[in-house]
């Protein structure tokens, strides 16, 4: 997929790298990290419309670094990339 656009109050995000050393100075191996929790936002959707027909503005813009559920959102390639297009509610915060 060489591009995309989330439909809706959806959000295309990168994940953020997980630390590769532990707070105690371990080298972690790939398998033993953690889904980062931290993305940075790509793309956002195409928005919506409330119930008296007013368009709902997205909380986060493009390049906003982000705090994500652990395991929501659905894994997608673009340009060979690993990411994520979550609903914007699946975005627990901005960081920073």
Known sequence: MSNITPIGQRVL???????????????LPDSAK???QEAE?????????D?????????????????????GGTEVKVNGEDMLILSESDILGIVG
Not at 41 to 49: E, Q
Not at 51 to 71: R, T
């Open 13 to 27: 995000v990168k994940r953020l790298e997980a630390e590769e050393v532990s707070a105690g100075g371990i080298v």
């Open 34 to 36: 953690e889904k980062p």
């Open 41 to 49: 936002v790509v793309s956002l959707g195409t928005g919506g419309k």
């Open 51 to 71: 119930d008296n027909g007013k368009d709902i503005e997205f909380a986060v813009k493009v390049g906003d670094k982000v705090l994500i559920s652990k395991y």
